[in-house]
């Protein structure tokens, strides 16, 4: 299985600064078809995960682009502009590109 | 819109099977590339992954649990089944369902479910 590691597990940060996410692959998550299937969700207390980024850089639907995703390979990272009040809660990182999919341990991003 | 909603029972017994279904919306489980997923997750903890059913009928487990693990679908009605047997108080948390669009779009769990709590407790 592949593993994925994250990095904070947690945050602290001052509304308005930004922040910055690590996640690790134990494997190059490259599929064979070129793409790369790394996927960021952020998950609020008692919801479900949502999902933010997709394809290790791609917004979806609705997301706001103080959210963006980088990497290749193994190294990757969830950043945030400025963070907003609404930005609390766990981020996740998880891989798409082999099976059996694998989630990081999470990272709680809370404010000062 | 693309909707999930989860169900089954809240509390099962220790050696007892679980049976979830995920009823769906505003997407057609026929569609090349379309899946239907289930993660689930601790209380208090991570995410994981559990099985993915696709278009096709084709099916993958998690391979810690595939002894325990079937995912059926049932075109028809909208529904994803999910049956887990030999539950074990560790199994407890929620369980969710999601949607993912494969293929091109490589949309992974785009849309979710709310969950289904599912306590194991004799």
């Known amino acids: 299985d592949i593993v994925m590691t994250q990095a904070p597990l947690s945050s602290p940060v001052t509304l308005g600064q930004p922040a910055s996410i ?10 064979s078809d070129g793409n790369t299937y790394l996927s960021w969700f952020h998950q609020r207390p008692g919801q479900p ?63 000062k | 819109q693309i909707t999930l909603k989860e169900s089954g029972p809240t509390l ?10 995920c009823a769906f919306s505003g997407f057609s489980l026929t569609t090349s590339g379309v899946g239907v997923g289930w993660i689930r997750q601790p209380p208090g903890k991570a995410l994981e992954w559990l099985a993915l059913i696709y278009w096709d009928d084709d099916k993958q487990y998690s391979p810690s649990l595939e ?34 669009h494969g293929g091109s779009y490589g949309l992974d769990f785009d ?9 194991v407790s004799s």
């Not at chain 1, 690590?22 to 599929?31: G, K, M, T």
């Not at chain 1, 400025?82 to 798409?96: I, K, L, P, S, T």
């Not at chain 2, 849309?111 to 306590?119: I, K, S």
Request: charged share 15%.
């Open chain 1, 49 to 111: 995960p949502r999902l933010l980024i997709y394809k290790t850089s791609n917004w979806f639907a609705g997301v706001p682009d103080r959210f963006s995703g980088s990497g290749a390979g193994t190294d990757f990272t969830l950043k945030i502009s400025r963070v907003e009040a609404e930005d609390v809660g766990v981020y996740y990182c998880m891989q798409g590109t082999q099976f059996p999919y694998t989630f990081g341990q999470g990272t709680k991003l809370e404010i």
């Open chain 1, 22 to 31: 690590s996640c690790r692959s134990s494997e190059s998550l490259v599929h």
């Open chain 2, 67 to 100: 002894s325990r693990l079937t995912v059926t679908k049932d075109t028809s009605k909208n529904q994803v089944v999910l049956t887990m047997t030999y539950m074990d108080p560790v199994d407890t948390g929620t369980y969710y369902c999601a949607h993912r």
């Open chain 2, 12 to 21: 099962v017994k220790p050696t007892q099977t679980l049976t979830l279904t």
């Open chain 2, 111 to 119: 849309y979710w479910g709310q969950g289904a709590l599912v306590t």
